[in-house]
């Protein structure tokens, strides 16, 4: 094989190799990036379970309020 064919092989699996890194080095980037979405996805949630638990105590205290109100008020609405 001739050194110029030998030299522009080189050349040739020199960018190829540069290629493959770039792809591995995406693919590391979005895998991150992934992650990081189920990270903010799982703090959402709790999030909303936070909010949800919240007014359920709220409306259960709002019920028992209402009660007591109707109960001291001969069962008659307010």
Same mark, same amino acid.
């Given at each position: 094989?001739?050194?110029?064919?030998?030299?522009?092989?080189?050349?040739?699996?020199?960018?190829?190799?540069d290629a493959f890194r770039a792809?591995?080095?995406?693919?590391? #980037?979005?895998? *991150?990036?992934?992650a990081a979405l189920r990270d903010t996805l799982n703090a959402i @949630? $709790? #999030?909303?379970? *936070?909010q949800g638990n919240a007014i359920d105590a709220l409306r259960a205290?709002? @019920? $028992? #309020?209402?009660?007591l109100l109707r109960d001291t008020n001969g069962g008659n609405r307010v």
């Open positions: 094989m001739a050194d110029d064919i030998r030299r522009e092989l080189d050349t040739i699996l020199d960018r190829h190799d792809f591995r080095q995406a693919s590391d #980037a979005f895998d *991150a990036a992934v @949630q $709790a #999030a909303n379970h *936070a205290a709002n @019920q $028992a #309020a209402l009660r």
